[in-house]
């Protein structure tokens, strides 16, 4: 632990140091405005933090949304991943799947919910949308990671051989897997932040977006600034927590 905190101590002064000066600009911006319905105080806001961590509901939206988002996160990772090694055994699928990746990246998330709305539930459409979001992003990582690979060493296994499935679990899953992993904590968190929104404009019952939708309609501006705080406080955990699959990958590409 001591040696993690000493070789990132500048990361760690300056992303302290960076969050000092967002809580004074929200400060200063208050007592500038003085309007809570505009800039909400800092120490109602706090308090109405606290304040979430007592109340049922919240445990239970807060279960809601991140159970929805861990299912659309793996859902995507594990699609991208299969249709990533098809694409890399077929030149053809990869043309295939091409638009349809654009076609995801493209769509307006707004028109997408209003339809899922009418085919789908509203607990059902925010975890669409999140997928329709991370699937492509997921893809375009490995398929990037797939094509910086050795082409020497991809010809060396042409030249011998070496069957497509080895190809697949000897050469290409553990070298596309270090910078896929190294995103993995960024998806997630963007994961997070398009399923909260997704659950805002569809209303979800039960979720952190339909707590922030209750706290803009009924104007309470600290508990909707708490709610976004501790959104901000998940994903940058889930950031973080994710990271450490870097040395699972490391034990592994050793291991082969």
Same mark, same amino acid.
């Given at each position: 632990?001591?040696?993690?905190?000493?070789?990132?101590?500048?990361?760690?002064?300056?992303?302290?140091?960076?969050?000092?000066?967002?809580?004074?600009?929200?400060?200063?911006?208050?007592?500038?405005?003085?309007?809570?319905?505009?800039?909400?105080?800092?120490?109602?806001?706090?308090?109405?933090?606290?304040?979430?961590?007592?109340?049922?509901?919240?445990?239970?939206?807060?279960?809601? @949304?991140?159970?929805? @988002?861990?299912?659309?996160?793996? %859902?995507?990772?594990?699609?991208?991943?299969?249709?990533?090694?098809?694409?890399?055994?077929?030149?053809?699928?990869?043309?295939?799947?091409?638009?349809?990746?654009?076609?995801?990246?493209? #769509?307006? @998330?707004?028109?997408?919910?209003?339809?899922? %709305?009418?085919?789908?539930?509203?607990?059902?459409?925010?975890?669409? #949308?999140?997928?329709?979001?991370?699937?492509?992003?997921?893809?375009?990582?490995?398929?990037?990671?797939?094509?910086?690979?050795?082409?020497?060493?991809?010809?060396?296994?042409?030249?011998?051989? #070496?069957?497509?499935?080895?190809?697949?679990?000897?050469?290409?899953?553990?070298?596309?897997?270090?910078?896929?992993?190294?995103?993995?904590?960024?998806?997630?968190?963007?994961?997070?932040?398009?399923?909260?929104?997704?659950?805002?404009?569809?209303?979800?019952?039960?979720?952190?977006?339909?707590?922030?939708?209750?706290?803009?309609?009924?104007?309470?501006?600290?508990?909707?600034?708490?709610?976004?705080?501790? @959104?901000?406080?998940?994903?940058?955990?889930?950031?973080?927590?994710?990271?450490?699959?870097?040395?699972?990958?490391?034990?592994?590409?050793?291991?082969?």
């Amino acid at each position: 632990m001591k040696k993690f905190f000493s070789s990132r101590k500048a990361d760690i002064i300056f992303s302290a140091a960076a969050i000092v000066f967002m809580l004074l600009a929200w400060i200063t911006a208050y007592y500038s405005v003085k309007n809570q319905y505009l800039v909400p105080s800092f120490s109602d806001s706090v308090k109405s933090l606290f304040e979430c961590f007592t109340e049922s509901e919240f445990y239970s939206a807060f279960a809601h @949304t991140f159970l929805r @988002t861990l299912s659309a996160f793996i %859902l995507s990772f594990l699609l991208a991943g299969a249709c990533a090694s098809l694409s890399a055994l077929s030149g053809k699928f990869k043309a295939f799947l091409k638009p349809v990746t654009v076609l995801f990246r493209t #769509v307006p @998330t707004l028109a997408v919910i209003l339809l899922l %709305l009418v085919w789908t539930s509203a607990k059902t459409a925010p975890q669409i #949308v999140t997928f329709l979001v991370l699937f492509p992003i997921i893809y375009s990582q490995l398929t990037a990671a797939a094509e910086q690979i050795d082409g020497g060493l991809l010809q060396m296994a042409e030249v011998y051989g #070496v069957s497509g499935r080895d190809r697949l679990f000897k050469i290409y899953l553990p070298q596309v897997s270090v910078p896929v992993f190294s995103e993995a904590g960024a998806n997630m968190s963007l994961g997070l932040k398009v399923m909260i929104s997704a659950e805002v404009m569809a209303s979800t019952y039960k979720s952190i977006g339909g707590l922030m939708n209750s706290a803009r309609a009924y104007l309470e501006m600290p508990r909707l600034a708490a709610l976004t705080l501790i @959104t901000v406080a998940l994903g940058l955990a889930l950031d973080i927590a994710l990271s450490q699959l870097k040395r699972i990958n490391g034990r592994w590409y050793v291991g082969n």
